[in-house]
């Protein structure tokens, strides 16, 4: 099975800082998608940002973007301008196309004032 | 409202004995996940089903069963068999096939068993 890892088990950013969470996977697909997720103290799942592994251009929505390196496996999301806000769990998660989706351990960002 | 329903929110169980927890999703996904979340830690698969009667392991299915008798639900069960079954249990459903098809979560289930 594919492997997801988050080998940032907590990460702290001063506000309208940027910072930058990794992400490393293991796979020989060559098609697959790959998400961000935020989970803030509600438990709730949210969808920050998402990835084609087709597609060479990085994704951004907003103050999220992504540095997606296919050949090394690696799929980074930058925070622009952190606000209070941002606090929460971030997981990254990799799907194939077989739909088995698979997270990784997850990097708890605080966000201080 | 389109969206997926997990009941209950809470739910307490005595040591031994089987629980069922409700997933719901009225999105017309095909797919469908279980996700144990355990304190601090990230979402560990345990089942997940790409279309009706057919369903797939994930890494953790040990002590678990599930059905998908119908394509909008998606029912866990707890066996007697899973040897720490207190965490949380996160529902999720995604479209089937090509495209951004990220998963749409839950809001969860929080299983104790005493």
């Known amino acids: 099975a594919q492997t997801v890892t988050q080998s940032q088990p907590e990460m702290s950013v001063q506000e309208a800082e940027t910072v930058t969470l990794s992400c490393t996977y293991d796979t020989s697909e060559s098609d697959y998608y790959l998400f961000w997720y935020k989970q803030p103290p509600s438990r709730q799942m949210i969808l920050v940002i998402r990835q084609e592994a087709y597609k060479q251009q990085n994704a951004t929505e907003n103050r999220f973007s992504v540095n997606f390196q296919k050949a090394a496996k690696s799929f980074s999301l930058k925070i622009s301008d952190s606000q209070l806000g941002d606090a929460a769990m971030y997981f990254c998660a990799y799907k194939d196309r077989s739909n088995d989706m698979r997270f990784g351990a997850g990097t708890r960002l605080t966000v201080k004032p | 409202d389109g969206g997926i329903t997990q009941s209950p929110k809470y739910l307490f169980r005595k040591e031994g004995q089987n629980v069922t927890l409700s997933c719901e999703q009225n999105l017309n996904h095909d797919a469908m996940y279980w996700y144990r979340q355990d304190p601090g830690q990230g979402l560990r698969l345990i089942y997940y089903s790409q279309i009706v009667n057919d369903f797939q392991k994930g890494d953790i299915a040990e002590g678990y069963s599930v059905s998908r008798e119908k394509k909008e639900s998606f029912p866990l069960t707890v066996t007697s068999a899973q040897k720490n079954p207190t965490a949380f249990y996160l529902c999720?459903?995604?479209?089937?096939?090509?495209?951004?098809?990220?998963?749409?979560f839950g809001q969860g289930t929080r299983l104790t068993v005493v």
């Open positions: 999720a459903s995604s479209i089937e096939g090509r495209g951004n098809t990220e998963a749409f």
